[in-house]
Every structure is written in C-alpha cells, then in structure tokens.
C-alpha cells in the first residue's frame, strides 16, 4: 500500500486526494524498509513470498475483476502512453520504419465483415491494430452497437488490438469522410482504409471519391474483391508489379508499390505460405531489365523464398491456382474500375487493389 501511495502522488490524478498528505519519499522508503527487513528475516521466504505475490496477481489479472472505479494501473498506463505520445510527436522526420499495418474497416453492415475476417487478421498482426467504423442510420444502429463489440472481441482473441466507433451521417461518402478526418488527428492514426470492390457504377462514384479523400488525408486504401481470403493453406501470395514511372530502376522506395509489397509480405509471412512476384512489362525489350529490378528490390528488402515471373500481357497474369490464393495489384487515386474488373477475371482469384498512402518504404 505504501508503494501505491507514492505511485498515486506521482501520476497526480484527481481521484487521489487523500486527507493526510505526506511527502513522496516516505512511502518509498516504507517500501523500500519492508522488502530489505523481509530478506534479512529470510532470504528464501522472502522469495517465496514475492512469487506467491505475482502468481496472486497474475491470477486476478486473468480472472478480470471489475472494482467499482477500476484501479491504479489505468492511471499508470495512461500516464505512460500519454509520456510516449508526446516523445514521439516531438521526434522530427519520417516514420518509415515504425510503419505498422494499422487498418479502418468501413462497416455498413456487420455481417460483411465474416468473409475478410481472415484477411484483416493476417494483415493486422502481430502488433498492428483493427479500428471498426460503424456508418449508420437510425435503421441499423441498434444492430451495430450490439454487433461491433462482438466483432472487436473476435479480433482480441486473435491477439490483434481492435476498437469500434460509429458514426451517423446522410451518406455513405460523408459519413467515412467524416471518421476519416475525425481519426486522422488521432495518435494511434490509421494507416490504411480497407473497402468492397464496387459492383454498380452508383457505388463506384463513392468509392472513387472516398479514395481520393484517403490521399488528400494521407491513408492508405485497399480495395477487396472475393470471398474466398480464409483459404490460406491452398495458395500463395501473388503480387503484380506495374512498369515504375522512372522505368526498372531502383531508387530509395518502390515509387506507388510501397504499400501492396508490404501487404504482400505479412500475408507470406503469416500464413506461411509462398509468393510469386511478377513484373508486367509493357514495352518490348525491357524483360531483362524488369527480372533484374524484381532481384533488386526483393534482396534490398530482405524477403526470403521469392519466385519471380514476368507477364508481357495481361492476359499472363494469372498463375497456376496451386501457387496463388491472393492477387495483389498496386492503383493511385485515379481508379479506373474498368481496368480493375479485367484484371479481376483474369487473375481468377480474390484480389486486392492497393494504393500507397505516402508513408510507407518497403525498403526500409
């Protein structure tokens, strides 16, 4: 207890206002006095008892009993993260290499979320975050606040960090406009936005500006088309590679393909499974030169076990079915869903579009 005394002091939280003030250092030295008198009493005992402490609350821990106003470890954590915060915001430059897969689920309706499940796991973890984003009306609110929990729960058994909000706006554009700015002050920001592949040109027109309001606020977007993402023992990981602006030549990132490399790799790594790496070659000639560029990149980004391949059509792009599960293709913000929809029934496999959102370097 008087070890608590002094944590509360120094945390300075509104609820430790005790009658009786006394000066910091005199719970420290009772603490301190308690534990030396122990050892010199009995130094096994004394061991034993500090086991028999932690096992104590190890156990309570997990029995995850609820106090009526919680306890002094919500304050200590917070005081730690809050200390963390802003150590982080006053460091300068870029954050290539703390980037971390942390994803904002758009949910209209929270049975969608069953089919990507899979594939939102295998991107989120091991230590990125799920943020599900409720957009609703008066008609589903009541099934989102019940369901979203739920959800945020299956995520927390999988030991990926999940939290849900919802938001109630006219239409679907304004609404994850709105969470996108409203999010994007946080912290903990996310850093890419995942959403249905459009299947009417009414829905296209939403999806093509909420893109582009996910580039204007620096997320990342990615575009899912299939069902099939839980069947991860029966392929691998295929990633297409468009031809670079500058050519096929390295330089210090992958240009527009940062994000969808990255994405690849987790899904390798994950799931454990292969990945195929194929380099689309539009212009004649340049073969050679796209094999080499696939060797570069791969080495410089230390990915192991890479098959490589090249397509000079598009009509090449589709692998044999036993080598891949997933289909990965990188977009900017000026989508063009026909494009999409061919590359779609030529892969014949779920696919992903993915658009880069400035932050990421898979080279990194």
């Known amino acids: 207890m008087v070890a608590l005394d002094a944590y509360e002091q120094s945390l300075k939280l509104v609820s430790f206002r005790p009658l009786l003030r006394i000066p910091r250092i005199v719970p420290l030295i009772g603490a301190s006095g308690c534990l030396f008198a122990m050892f010199i009493i009995d130094v096994a005992f004394g061991g034993i008892a500090i086991a028999v402490v932690i096992i104590l609350h190890t156990y309570l821990v997990h029995k995850r009993i609820k106090a009526p106003f919680g306890d002094v470890r919500s304050g200590l954590f917070t005081a730690l993260a809050e200390w963390a915060a802003s150590k982080v915001a006053s460091l300068a430059g870029p954050r290539e290499k703390t980037w971390k897969a942390n994803v904002l689920v758009p949910v209209e309706d929270s049975r969608d979320i069953v089919n990507v499940f899979p594939l939102l796991r295998d991107i989120a973890r091991p230590n990125g975050f799920v943020r599900l984003l409720g957009l609703t009306g008066e008609r589903n609110y009541h099934e989102m606040t019940k369901n979203l929990p739920d959800l945020t729960n299956k995520f927390e058994e999988n030991q990926i960090f999940s939290t849900w909000t919802v938001i109630d706006a006219a239409t679907f554009p304004d609404k994850l406009a709105a969470g996108i700015e409203a999010l994007g002050g946080a912290f903990f920001r996310s850093s890419m936005i995942v959403l249905p592949f459009p299947e009417s040109g009414e829905r296209e027109e939403k999806i093509r500006r909420i893109i582009q309001d996910a580039q204007k606020n620096k997320l990342g977007a990615l575009l899912v088309s299939g069902e099939e993402f839980g069947l991860s023992a029966r392929g691998g990981v295929h990633l297409i590679i468009d031809r670079p602006e500058n050519g096929w030549k390295i330089g210090i990132d992958l240009g527009k393909t940062d994000l969808a490399f990255l994405l690849a790799y987790k ?22 030169k796209a094999l080499e560029f696939m060797e570069a990149i791969v080495e410089l980004a230390r990915i192991p076990n890479v098959k490589f ?39 014949k496999s779920p696919c992903l579009f993915v658009m880069d959102s400035g932050w990421e370097n898979a080279l990194a």
């Open 267 to 288: 899904l390798k790594r994950n799931r454990k499974t292969s990945m195929v790496l194929t380099a689309y070659v539009s212009k004649a000639g340049e073969d050679q």
């Open 309 to 347: 391949n090249l397509a000079n059509s598009e009509e090449e792009f589709r692998v044999d079915s036993g080598d891949s599960a997933i289909t990965i293709f990188s977009i900017t913000d000026e989508v063009n869903f026909r494009e999409m929809q061919k590359r779609i029934h030529l892969a």
